[in-house]
């Protein structure tokens, strides 16, 4: 499976991301804002950019699972309830750990992580929750048929 986040829009609080899935478009998505990393740059200079919990991931294609639980979200009644706890979990991004997609509104429910949902509200994404579900149902598909998943992050400014 290959995912597309095309980030459309940055500014100094968040960016926001169109997804697409295998070449469709599934929903958007709000992170930290962009700091115009990427993943041909040491780890070194990606943590002297790096704001903690403040920066979007570095530009690249990363490996995602959906079978690793949360410490985080795995009490959580939502997650715990619909996915036992288990996020989409972005692996091997320099300089970075435990980067989820999960639900949320804006920049202040991420911590470099991602929100899913539709940006029809300036710096906030809604129907976060429908947005996840569509996302995650279609992630777990290519997980239980051994379907290696993965994301490519771009920007178009």
């Known amino acids: 499976m ?7 829009f940055n500014c100094d609080r968040y960016c926001i991301s169109h997804i697409y899935i295998d070449g469709s ?4 998505g709000i992170e930290d804002t962009d700091r115009m990393l990427d993943d041909t740059m040491t ?20 490996e995602m699972t959906i079978d690793i639980v949360s410490p985080k979200f795995k009490q959580k009644p939502y997650y715990k309830n619909f996915c036992n706890g ?8 320099k300089g970075f750990l435990g980067i989820l997609w999960h639900r949320g509104m804006d920049e202040n429910s991420t911590a470099g992580c991602m929100i899913l949902g539709y ?3 300036k710096g906030k994404v809604i129907n976060s929750q429908e947005a996840f579900e569509k996302v995650y149902h279609k992630l ?18």
């Open 2 to 8: 290959k995912i597309e986040v095309i980030r459309i």
């Open 25 to 28: 478009y599934v929903c958007d």
């Open 43 to 62: 780890v070194e200079y990606i943590k002297s950019k790096k704001v903690y919990g403040k920066t979007a991931i570095p530009i690249g294609t990363y």
């Open 86 to 93: 288990k996020l989409p979990r972005l692996h091997n991004v």
């Open 119 to 121: 940006n029809k509200v």
């Open 140 to 157: 777990d598909i290519a997980n239980r048929i051994g379907e290696k998943i993965w994301v490519k992050y771009s920007r178009t400014y």
